[in-house]
Protein backbone atom coordinates (compact mmCIF):
# COMPACT_ATOMS: atom_id res chain seq x y z
CA UNK A 1 0.00 0.00 0.00
CA UNK A 2 1.27 3.71 -0.87
CA UNK A 3 2.23 5.62 1.83
CA UNK A 4 2.45 9.57 1.26
CA UNK A 5 2.19 12.01 -1.79
CA UNK A 6 2.76 10.01 -5.38
CA UNK A 7 6.18 12.02 -6.65
CA UNK A 8 5.88 10.31 -9.96
CA UNK A 9 4.02 10.97 -13.25
CA UNK A 10 3.63 8.47 -16.70
CA UNK A 11 4.19 10.20 -19.99
CA UNK A 12 1.05 8.63 -20.99
CA UNK A 13 -0.73 10.01 -18.04
CA UNK A 14 -0.03 13.03 -18.11
CA UNK A 15 -2.20 15.67 -19.42
CA UNK A 16 -3.15 16.00 -22.92
CA UNK A 17 -2.72 19.95 -22.83
CA UNK A 18 0.72 19.33 -22.01
CA UNK A 19 1.18 18.67 -25.62
CA UNK A 20 4.15 15.84 -24.93
CA UNK A 21 5.20 13.06 -27.17
CA UNK A 22 4.85 9.59 -25.93
CA UNK A 23 8.40 8.53 -26.94
CA UNK A 24 10.44 11.19 -25.81
CA UNK A 25 10.40 8.99 -21.86
CA UNK A 26 8.75 6.95 -19.72
CA UNK A 27 8.06 9.50 -17.25
CA UNK A 28 6.69 13.15 -17.54
CA UNK A 29 7.54 15.90 -15.21
CA UNK A 30 5.12 16.03 -12.30
CA UNK A 31 3.99 19.56 -10.80
CA UNK A 32 4.43 20.50 -7.24
CA UNK A 33 2.02 21.35 -4.66
CA UNK A 34 0.66 24.91 -5.43
CA UNK A 35 -1.98 26.81 -6.47
CA UNK A 36 -3.21 25.06 -9.12
CA UNK A 37 -4.39 21.33 -9.22
CA UNK A 38 -1.99 19.10 -11.33
CA UNK A 39 -4.72 18.53 -14.41
CA UNK A 40 -5.24 22.57 -14.67
CA UNK A 41 -1.56 23.54 -14.88
CA UNK A 42 1.43 22.85 -16.77
CA UNK A 43 5.37 22.95 -14.47
CA UNK A 44 7.54 25.57 -15.81
CA UNK A 45 9.72 23.01 -16.81
CA UNK A 46 7.38 22.34 -19.51
CA UNK A 47 6.75 25.52 -20.44
CA UNK A 48 10.81 26.48 -20.43
CA UNK A 49 12.40 23.48 -22.29
CA UNK A 50 9.48 22.21 -24.41
CA UNK A 51 7.64 25.63 -25.65
CA UNK A 52 10.02 28.57 -24.99
CA UNK A 53 13.01 26.19 -25.90
CA UNK A 54 15.27 28.00 -23.60
CA UNK A 55 17.05 24.55 -22.52
CA UNK A 56 17.26 21.24 -23.70
CA UNK A 57 17.92 19.25 -20.79
CA UNK A 58 16.48 18.69 -17.41
CA UNK A 59 19.68 20.25 -15.98
CA UNK A 60 19.72 22.73 -18.08
CA UNK A 61 16.52 23.65 -16.62
CA UNK A 62 17.37 23.49 -13.36
CA UNK A 63 19.98 25.66 -13.87
CA UNK A 64 17.72 28.47 -15.33
CA UNK A 65 15.10 28.55 -12.51
CA UNK A 66 18.19 28.59 -9.74
CA UNK A 67 19.74 31.60 -11.55
CA UNK A 68 16.23 33.01 -10.45
CA UNK A 69 15.43 34.38 -13.78
CA UNK A 70 12.28 33.20 -13.52
CA UNK A 71 9.09 35.02 -12.00
CA UNK A 72 6.07 34.07 -11.77
CA UNK A 73 3.12 36.18 -10.86
CA UNK A 74 5.35 38.80 -9.71
CA UNK A 75 7.81 36.31 -7.02
CA UNK A 76 10.86 34.37 -8.05
CA UNK A 77 10.54 30.30 -8.68
CA UNK A 78 13.16 28.36 -8.34
CA UNK A 79 11.20 24.99 -8.33
CA UNK A 80 10.99 23.56 -12.23
CA UNK A 81 8.17 22.08 -11.31
CA UNK A 82 5.85 24.63 -10.07
CA UNK A 83 2.41 25.11 -11.43
CA UNK A 84 1.50 27.82 -13.56
CA UNK A 85 -1.99 27.46 -14.95
CA UNK A 86 -5.09 29.74 -16.13
CA UNK A 87 -3.95 33.58 -16.44
CA UNK A 88 -1.26 33.30 -14.39
CA UNK A 89 1.90 35.84 -15.50
CA UNK A 90 5.49 34.67 -16.15
CA UNK A 91 8.24 36.84 -16.56
CA UNK A 92 11.61 36.77 -17.64
CA UNK A 93 13.29 40.00 -17.16
CA UNK A 94 16.47 39.24 -18.59
CA UNK A 95 14.68 38.69 -21.85
CA UNK A 96 12.40 41.44 -21.27
CA UNK A 97 9.63 38.69 -22.32
CA UNK A 98 6.62 38.58 -20.31
CA UNK A 99 3.73 35.44 -20.75
CA UNK A 100 0.20 35.00 -20.02
CA UNK A 101 -1.54 31.30 -19.34
CA UNK A 102 -4.25 30.88 -22.11
CA UNK A 103 -6.25 28.09 -23.71
CA UNK A 104 -6.34 27.63 -27.01
CA UNK A 105 -9.76 26.63 -29.21
CA UNK A 106 -9.03 23.07 -28.52
CA UNK A 107 -8.38 23.39 -24.59
CA UNK A 108 -4.42 23.15 -25.11
CA UNK A 109 -2.42 25.61 -23.06
CA UNK A 110 -1.31 28.68 -24.99
CA UNK A 111 1.66 30.58 -24.10
CA UNK A 112 0.39 34.36 -25.08
CA UNK A 113 3.35 37.07 -25.67
CA UNK A 114 1.95 40.14 -23.31
CA UNK A 115 3.74 43.66 -22.58
CA UNK A 116 4.76 44.80 -19.68
CA UNK A 117 2.27 46.96 -18.45
CA UNK A 118 -0.36 43.65 -19.16
CA UNK A 119 1.86 41.89 -16.94
CA UNK A 120 1.15 44.15 -13.87
CA UNK A 121 -2.54 42.96 -13.16
CA UNK A 122 -4.37 39.25 -14.04
CA UNK A 123 -8.00 38.28 -14.19
CA UNK A 124 -9.39 35.72 -11.26
CA UNK A 125 -12.18 34.10 -10.62
CA UNK A 126 -13.77 33.93 -7.27
CA UNK A 127 -14.16 30.92 -5.86
CA UNK A 128 -15.68 31.20 -2.45
CA UNK A 129 -17.07 34.73 -0.16
CA UNK A 130 -16.95 34.48 3.32
CA UNK A 131 -16.28 36.11 6.72
CA UNK A 132 -12.70 35.22 8.08
CA UNK A 133 -11.85 35.70 12.29
CA UNK A 134 -12.50 38.99 13.56
CA UNK A 135 -15.14 39.28 10.90
CA UNK A 136 -12.97 40.36 8.17
CA UNK A 137 -14.41 39.88 5.01
CA UNK A 138 -12.45 37.78 2.51
CA UNK A 139 -12.82 35.83 -1.00
CA UNK A 140 -10.79 33.45 -2.41
CA UNK A 141 -9.96 33.09 -5.87
CA UNK A 142 -8.76 30.40 -8.57
CA UNK A 143 -5.41 30.51 -7.88
CA UNK A 144 -5.20 30.24 -4.34
CA UNK A 145 -5.19 34.12 -3.43
CA UNK A 146 -6.91 35.79 -0.58
CA UNK A 147 -8.11 39.14 -1.12
CA UNK A 148 -9.37 41.49 2.47
CA UNK A 149 -11.74 43.63 2.79
CA UNK A 150 -13.38 42.92 -1.44
CA UNK A 151 -16.03 45.57 -2.49
CA UNK A 152 -18.94 44.53 -1.06
CA UNK A 153 -20.56 43.97 -4.54
CA UNK A 154 -18.29 41.30 -5.70
CA UNK A 155 -20.10 37.83 -5.19
CA UNK A 156 -19.58 33.88 -5.80
CA UNK A 157 -18.74 33.24 -9.83
CA UNK A 158 -17.67 37.03 -10.53
CA UNK A 159 -14.12 37.81 -11.95
CA UNK A 160 -11.89 40.54 -9.97
CA UNK A 161 -9.11 42.49 -11.74
CA UNK A 162 -6.09 42.11 -9.46
CA UNK A 163 -2.82 43.82 -9.03
CA UNK A 164 -0.48 41.51 -8.98
CA UNK A 165 2.25 44.28 -6.76
CA UNK A 166 -0.30 44.50 -3.79
CA UNK A 167 -2.63 41.90 -4.14
CA UNK A 168 -5.28 44.40 -4.21
CA UNK A 169 -8.83 43.64 -6.33
CA UNK A 170 -8.99 47.13 -8.72
CA UNK A 171 -11.86 46.08 -10.38
CA UNK A 172 -14.30 43.42 -10.46
CA UNK A 173 -16.76 41.62 -13.45
CA UNK A 174 -20.13 40.38 -12.22
CA UNK A 175 -21.29 36.86 -13.69
CA UNK A 176 -24.63 38.09 -15.63
CA UNK A 177 -26.04 37.56 -19.55
CA UNK A 178 -24.35 39.77 -21.67
CA UNK A 179 -20.94 39.50 -20.35
CA UNK A 180 -18.02 38.22 -22.53
CA UNK A 181 -16.81 34.48 -20.90
CA UNK A 182 -13.96 32.39 -20.83
CA UNK A 183 -14.74 28.81 -20.94
CA UNK A 184 -12.01 26.73 -18.82
CA UNK A 185 -13.14 23.49 -18.54
CA UNK A 186 -14.57 20.40 -20.12
CA UNK A 187 -15.38 19.60 -23.67
CA UNK A 188 -15.83 23.23 -24.85
CA UNK A 189 -12.41 24.18 -22.94
CA UNK A 190 -10.52 27.45 -24.56
CA UNK A 191 -13.75 28.49 -25.82
CA UNK A 192 -14.80 32.08 -26.05
CA UNK A 193 -18.44 33.42 -26.02
CA UNK A 194 -21.24 35.81 -24.51
CA UNK A 195 -23.43 34.45 -21.45
CA UNK A 196 -26.89 34.18 -22.36
CA UNK A 197 -28.52 32.42 -19.41
CA UNK A 198 -28.13 29.77 -16.52
CA UNK A 199 -29.97 27.02 -15.40
CA UNK A 200 -30.39 26.47 -11.80
CA UNK A 201 -30.56 22.60 -11.27
CA UNK A 202 -30.85 22.29 -7.32
CA UNK A 203 -28.60 19.11 -6.14
CA UNK A 204 -26.94 18.67 -9.60
CA UNK A 205 -24.47 21.40 -11.66
CA UNK A 206 -26.14 24.33 -12.32
CA UNK A 207 -25.48 24.68 -16.36
CA UNK A 208 -24.77 28.22 -18.84
CA UNK A 209 -25.84 28.66 -22.03
CA UNK A 210 -23.27 30.71 -23.87
CA UNK A 211 -23.19 32.06 -28.01
CA UNK A 212 -19.72 32.10 -29.51
CA UNK A 213 -18.44 35.08 -32.04
CA UNK A 214 -20.54 32.97 -35.07
CA UNK A 215 -23.75 32.68 -33.09
CA UNK A 216 -23.43 28.91 -32.08
CA UNK A 217 -24.38 28.07 -28.71
CA UNK A 218 -23.36 25.20 -26.37
CA UNK A 219 -23.94 24.68 -22.80
CA UNK A 220 -21.33 24.14 -19.73
CA UNK A 221 -21.10 23.68 -16.40
CA UNK A 222 -21.15 26.78 -14.33
CA UNK A 223 -17.55 26.13 -12.37
CA UNK A 224 -16.28 25.93 -16.00
CA UNK A 225 -16.95 29.45 -17.13
CA UNK A 226 -15.11 32.38 -16.05
CA UNK A 227 -16.39 36.29 -17.37
CA UNK A 228 -14.09 38.14 -18.74
CA UNK A 229 -15.30 41.48 -19.56
CA UNK A 230 -18.26 43.62 -19.20
CA UNK A 231 -19.95 43.60 -22.77
CA UNK A 232 -18.06 42.29 -25.80
CA UNK A 233 -14.88 44.17 -25.13
CA UNK A 234 -11.58 41.96 -23.91
CA UNK A 235 -9.48 42.32 -21.44
CA UNK A 236 -5.90 40.80 -20.69
CA UNK A 237 -7.49 37.40 -23.09
CA UNK A 238 -6.46 37.04 -26.44
CA UNK A 239 -9.28 35.25 -28.89
CA UNK A 240 -7.27 32.63 -30.85
CA UNK A 241 -9.89 32.40 -33.91
CA UNK A 242 -12.36 34.49 -32.35
CA UNK A 243 -12.70 31.78 -29.71
CA UNK A 244 -14.94 29.27 -31.81
CA UNK A 245 -13.70 26.10 -33.70
CA UNK A 246 -12.69 26.32 -37.28
CA UNK A 247 -15.86 24.25 -38.28
CA UNK A 248 -18.13 26.94 -36.76
CA UNK A 249 -16.42 29.42 -38.82
CA UNK A 250 -16.21 27.98 -42.05
CA UNK A 251 -20.56 26.84 -41.70
CA UNK A 252 -20.89 30.66 -41.04
CA UNK A 253 -18.89 31.66 -43.70
CA UNK A 254 -21.05 29.57 -46.33
CA UNK A 255 -24.59 30.42 -44.49
CA UNK A 256 -23.32 33.91 -45.65
CA UNK A 257 -22.62 33.32 -49.49
CA UNK A 258 -18.74 33.28 -49.55
CA UNK A 259 -16.46 30.75 -49.27
CA UNK A 260 -14.24 30.32 -46.17
CA UNK A 261 -10.52 31.10 -46.32
CA UNK A 262 -9.99 27.12 -45.50
CA UNK A 263 -11.82 25.38 -47.67
CA UNK A 264 -10.74 22.94 -50.16
CA UNK A 265 -12.19 20.53 -51.87
CA UNK A 266 -10.86 17.15 -52.91
CA UNK A 267 -11.37 13.76 -55.09
CA UNK A 268 -10.76 10.24 -54.04
CA UNK A 269 -8.79 8.52 -56.68
CA UNK A 270 -7.63 4.73 -56.65
CA UNK A 271 -4.54 4.81 -58.13
CA UNK A 272 -2.61 0.76 -59.73
CA UNK A 273 0.62 0.67 -59.65
CA UNK A 274 3.32 -2.38 -60.22
CA UNK A 275 5.22 -3.98 -57.71
CA UNK A 276 8.49 -6.10 -58.70
CA UNK A 277 9.14 -9.44 -56.76
CA UNK A 278 11.17 -11.92 -57.97
CA UNK A 279 9.12 -13.34 -60.78
CA UNK A 280 5.03 -12.06 -59.72
CA UNK A 281 3.69 -8.95 -60.79
CA UNK A 282 1.13 -7.97 -58.53
CA UNK A 283 -1.03 -4.64 -59.03
CA UNK A 284 -0.86 -2.60 -55.66
CA UNK A 285 -3.92 0.01 -55.00
CA UNK A 286 -3.47 3.25 -53.60
CA UNK A 287 -5.77 6.44 -52.28
CA UNK A 288 -4.41 10.01 -54.28
CA UNK A 289 -6.40 12.61 -53.11
CA UNK A 290 -7.49 14.95 -55.73
CA UNK A 291 -7.85 18.94 -55.58
CA UNK A 292 -10.40 19.69 -57.72
CA UNK A 293 -12.44 23.17 -58.27
CA UNK A 294 -15.96 23.94 -56.78
CA UNK A 295 -18.38 23.42 -59.73
CA UNK A 296 -16.46 20.03 -60.41
CA UNK A 297 -18.07 18.70 -56.66
CA UNK A 298 -20.89 19.07 -58.16
CA UNK A 299 -20.82 15.89 -60.31
CA UNK A 300 -19.11 12.40 -59.67
CA UNK A 301 -18.80 9.57 -62.14
CA UNK A 302 -20.52 5.69 -61.11
CA UNK A 303 -19.72 2.80 -62.59
CA UNK A 304 -22.61 0.73 -62.90
CA UNK A 305 -23.20 -2.59 -61.37
CA UNK A 306 -26.42 -4.05 -62.75
CA UNK A 307 -29.71 -3.40 -64.95
CA UNK A 308 -32.63 -4.59 -63.67
CA UNK A 309 -36.78 -3.72 -62.94
CA UNK A 310 -37.90 -3.30 -59.59
CA UNK A 311 -41.67 -2.99 -58.34
CA UNK A 312 -44.73 -2.00 -61.15
CA UNK A 313 -42.26 -2.33 -64.04
CA UNK A 314 -39.42 0.43 -63.08
Given at each position: ?????????????????????????????????????????????????????????????????????????????????????????????????????????????LIHRIK???????????????????????????????????????????????????????????????????????????????????????????????????????????????????????????????????????????????????????????????????????????FLIHRI??????????????????????
Amino acid sequence: MARGPKKHLKRLNAPKKWMLDKLSGKFAPRPSAGPHKLRESMPLIVLIRNKLKYALTYNETKKVTMSRAIKVDGKVRTDMCFPTGFMDVVSIDKTGEYFRMLFDVKGRFLIHRIKKEESAYKLCNVKSVRTAAKGVPVITTHDGRTIRYPDPMIKLHDTVKVDIATNKAVDFIKFEPGNLAYITGGQNCGRIGIITHKEKHPGSFDIVHVKDSVGHSFATRLTNVFPDWKGQASLGVAPTRKGCPTQYRRRKGQENGRESKGDVIYRFFLVLSKTKKKKKKKMKGRFLIHRIKKEESAYKLCNVKSVRTAAKGV
